[in-house]
C-alpha cells in the first residue's frame, strides 16, 4: 500500500521556520494533487495549502503570505516552507495526494508534528 513520508517538522521559537517535506513514493506524482492539512486534539482539521498538479497553489487565509507550497515532481516531493510561526500554528502537519481524475484514489501519510513556543 502507498503511503507517504512527511518530515521536517520540530520545535521553533515565534516568528522562526521550517520546511516540510512530503515524499510521495510510488506515486505517478504529475497526475495528483497534493494539500497540506493541520490538526491538533479537539479542532478541526484545517486545510492549509494546495498545489494542483497544473496550476497555482492555493492557501488557507490564516497562512497566507506566510506559508509556501512548492512540488519537485522529479523528486516527488512536495514542501511546505512555514515562516513567521505562531503558537496558534502548532499542529500535526499531513499531506494528502489525490488522482487529478480519480479523487477516490488518495493517499496520507503519519504526519510530522510542528510546535511553536517559547
Known amino acids: 500500500q502507498v503511503q507517504l513520508v512527511e518530515s521536517g517538522g520540530g520545535l521553533v521559537q515565534p516568528g522562526g521556520s521550517l520546511r516540510l517535506s512530503c515524499l510521495t513514493p510510488?506515486?505517478?506524482?504529475?497526475?495528483?494533487?497534493v494539500d497540506w492539512y493541520r490538526q491538533t486534539p479537539g479542532k478541526e482539521r484545517e486545510l492549509v495549502a494546495s498545489?494542483?498538479?497544473?496550476?497555482?497553489?492555493t492557501y488557507a487565509n490564516s497562512v497566507k503570505g506566510r506559508f509556501t507550497i512548492s512540488r519537485d515532481n522529479a523528486k516527488s516531493t512536495v514542501y511546505l516552507q512555514i515562516n513567521s510561526l505562531k503558537p496558534e500554528d502548532t499542529a500535526v502537519y499531513y499531506c494528502?495526494?489525490?488522482?487529478?481524475?480519480?479523487?477516490?484514489?488518495?493517499?496520507w501519510g503519519q504526519g510530522t508534528q510542528v510546535t511553536v513556543s517559547s
Open positions: 498545489i494542483p498538479r497544473i496550476g497555482a497553489p
Open positions: 494528502n495526494a489525490v488522482h487529478a481524475w480519480a479523487s477516490k484514489v488518495n493517499y
Open positions: 510510488g506515486l505517478a506524482f504529475p497526475n495528483y494533487n
